[in-house]
């Protein structure tokens, strides 16, 4: 099993940044993929960024060049740094985790507004 913990969310205006955190309860080689999920107001969860084991990363088309994810492998942490938030950026993001062994995980969601 694994525990994820998100953390960074709230309140930001329109063209700002926020850099979330995801921390991991076990070491990130132990850890197939991971990914930040976004579930906006009255939708469905979406695929905001994901890291799969071989390092390789991918990007929904609506924050390629604003976002970025990152890992710190000392840490066990991934993080999301979101650049030129847009209202539509509004959403609880989530971390998520797949180890082959034990299947999927998921951490409780930390929000972001984006408002002016």
């Known amino acids: 099993q694994v525990q994820l913990v998100e953390s960074g969310g709230g309140l930001v205006q329109p063209g700002g940044s926020l850099r979330l955190s995801c921390a991991a309860s076990r070491s990130f080689y132990e850890i197939n993929t991971m990914a930040w999920y976004r579930q906006p107001p009255g939708k469905q969860r979406e695929l905001v960024a994901e890291?799969?084991?071989?390092?390789?990363?991918h990007y929904a088309d609506s924050v390629k060049g604003r976002f970025t994810v990152s890992k710190d492998y000392t840490k066990n942490t991934m993080y999301l740094q979101m650049n030129s938030l847009r209202p539509e950026d509004t959403a609880v993001y989530h971390c998520?985790?797949?180890?082959?062994?034990?299947?999927?995980?998921w951490g409780q969601g930390t929000q972001v507004t984006v408002s002016s």
């Open positions: 890291f799969n084991r071989t390092g390789s990363t």
């Open positions: 998520y985790a797949f180890l082959v062994v034990s299947g999927t995980y």
